[in-house]
């Protein structure tokens, strides 16, 4: 059964993916709530608003929406900045209510005039140190509320504090804290028919509310539905402006990163393409919402999304109602989430933060270009220990700097800098004439043109993705490119998992030495692509395909 709007038959895979979105949804919002500052009822707000009109208005069909580890330490440094302000957090709320309504509408501003488009070229050893340093902030956040003690708002501040770690910590507590983070990780390996964070809030929280332990609570959290929270706002002092417009810009520009490399994920699984300013616009929307309400931003959610998937999810009506389940968890089940521990909060939250550290660029930092990962280390340690918004800024100063001078030396060597050509209308060099018209229908021939870099390996993952299904083999000619960054290392990477899984056989010819030697700094060669694939010229290439396969 079908209609105009929604084919029924997806029904019961949007109910299922949904509800099991929803399920997991629940701890995490109530951590990421009393990590933001707010509460854990802020990040229940912020769940069911993001999650249910994101879904609605989004341009992602199994986009799973809600309060995620970046947002929060956004979200949380903005409260903790106004409260600094104003004195008390009463008094911060109309600030900090303006500065998350203001984030969404920017994001809604994004999408109208197709700001998407420029996320691609955030060079990856950025967002690599930004995302590490938000996981280490989360974990440096939670090691006091993981053995049952108040906690320092800043990292730096926790870091001096250390030492009363070991003084006064609350073994009951901790105990609690051990206990989820062992359930949430060794769970999984039982059945992964139910959540893992689910299991480990309800076994841990229970277990503390009968042996009667002395450990803080989440305490009352209001039920029912929430009332809007505009007093205020449009009454700041104007001296907040700046740190308003500061904190809303990089919650905007955040939340669409967040949002649309989730979104990227949700095509690869689903093998559909999600339009990205209509995400904006639904994030936005969800995030406005959320806003008036109370409630935290969020943005795209990567666990939450894929399991969405995995569980049956095809359509915007399971994102929506994963917003639905936590409304009536809200509307029925919220007295009871006051007994739930702080310390088994932080007992989820450290593991996922350990999940947001791309544990990948820290192992490649040695042998990446020293460029990249100086840019990396120094957004990383920025993030952690000084300002978010400066080290988003200064990661993509150093980042635009440092590779202007690499294309000034390339230019200097006599090195052409040009663009990556297209395929459609590459027309095939002179040496390629007789092997492309005998075998064009069974293998591409891509070149590419100057360095590798940021700034093109968006273009060369579309490009690769239009290869037709029948082609067997691609040649990619390296001829002309001098230098690959991490973020054309990853991208080529990427590039050929995705064209081994399609069983697409990748040849490179004539590859030049900067690149070769990063190529096997980090195991693509010969991991991905053995030294049998890589060819001197063209010709040697040729010969291969022509005796090893069929063509």
């Not at 500052?37 to 802020?42: M, N, R, V």
């Not at 967002?127 to 053995?147: A, C, D, E, N, R």
């Not at 051990?178 to 039982?190: D, K, S």
Request: proline share 4%.
């Amino acid at each position: 059964m079908s209609s105009k709007f929604y084919d029924f038959k997806n029904l019961k895979g949007d109910l299922t993916g949904g509800l099991v979105a929803g399920v997991v949804a629940l701890p995490l919002a109530l951590a990421f709530g009393v990590q933001s500052g707010l509460g854990a009822i802020a990040g229940l707000y912020g769940a069911i608003a993001v999650g249910i009109f994101a879904a609605i208005f989004g341009g992602t069909a199994t986009q799973a929406s809600g309060p995620t580890g970046p947002m929060t330490v956004v979200s949380a440094a903005l409260v903790a900045a106004a409260i600094e302000i104003t004195g008390s957090l009463e008094a911060a709320m109309p600030i900090i209510i303006l500065t998350f309504l203001l984030g969404g509408v920017l994001q809604i501003v994004f999408g109208l005039i197709n700001i998407a488009g420029y996320v691609k070229y955030f060079p990856y050893p950025v967002v690599s140190g930004f995302m590490s340093g938000v996981g280490l902030i989360i974990i440096i956040l939670q090691i006091f509320p993981f053995v049952g003690l108040d906690s320092e708002k800043s990292t730096w501040l926790v870091m001096q504090d250390l030492p009363r770690l070991f003084s006064e910590f609350n073994w009951q507590a901790m105990t609690l804290g051990i206990f989820t983070v062992v359930v949430y990780l060794v769970f999984p390996y039982i059945t992964k028919a139910i959540p893992s964070a689910l299991v480990a809030l309800v076994l841990a929280s229970v277990a503390s509310f009968f042996l009667k332990w002395d450990v803080p609570i989440i305490g009352d959290i209001p039920s029912g539905l929430p009332s809007l929270k505009l007093d205020g706002i449009f009454s700041v002092d104007s001296s907040t402006y700046i740190l308003i417009g500061e904190y809303a810009t990089v919650l905007a520009v955040l939340g669409s990163i967040d949002s649309l490399l989730t979104s990227v994920i949700a095509d690869n699984m689903t093998k559909t393409k999600h339009n990205s300013n209509r995400e904006l616009i639904g994030q936005g929307i969800g995030n406005s919402i959320a806003a008036i309400f109370g409630g935290i931003p969020g943005a795209g959610a990567t666990k939450g999304t894929v399991i969405n998937i995995n569980s049956g999810g095809r359509t915007r009506v399971s994102g929506a109602i994963h917003g639905l389940f936590l409304l009536a968890v809200l509307l029925g089940l919220g007295k009871l989430a006051a007994y739930i521990p702080l310390s088994v909060l932080a007992g989820l939250l450290i593991p996922i933060a350990f999940k947001i550290i791309d544990l990948k660029g820290l192992k490649h930092l040695l042998v990446v270009p020293r460029a990249d990962a100086f840019v990396l280390v120094v957004v990383l340690l920025v993030t952690t220990f000084g300002s978010l918004i400066q080290a988003v800024g200064m990661g993509l100063l150093l980042a635009c700097l440092l590779f202007m001078k690499r294309a000034g030396d390339i230019s200097e060597e006599g090195m052409e800098v040009g663009t990556i050509a297209g395929f459609d209308g590459e027309k095939p060099w002179q040496d390629e004439v007789e092997f492309y018209e005998e075998y064009k229908d069974k293998v591409y021939i891509k070149h590419l043109y100057g360095p590798l870099f940021f700034g093109f390996t968006s273009h060369f993952q579309d490009e690769i993705k239009k290869i037709p299904k029948e082609i067997k083999a691609l040649i990619i000619r390296m001829d002309r490119v001098p230098y690959i960054d991490q973020s054309g290392l990853y991208a080529l990477e990427n590039a050929v998992l995705d064209l081994e899984q399609r069983g697409v056989q990748v040849l490179l010819t004539a590859i030049q030495e900067q690149p070769k030697d990063k190529l096997v700094s980090i195991d693509i060669v010969p991991d991905l692509i053995s030294e049998e694939h890589i060819f001197g010229n063209i010709s040697g290439a040729f010969d291969y395909l022509k005796s090893h396969f069929k063509l």
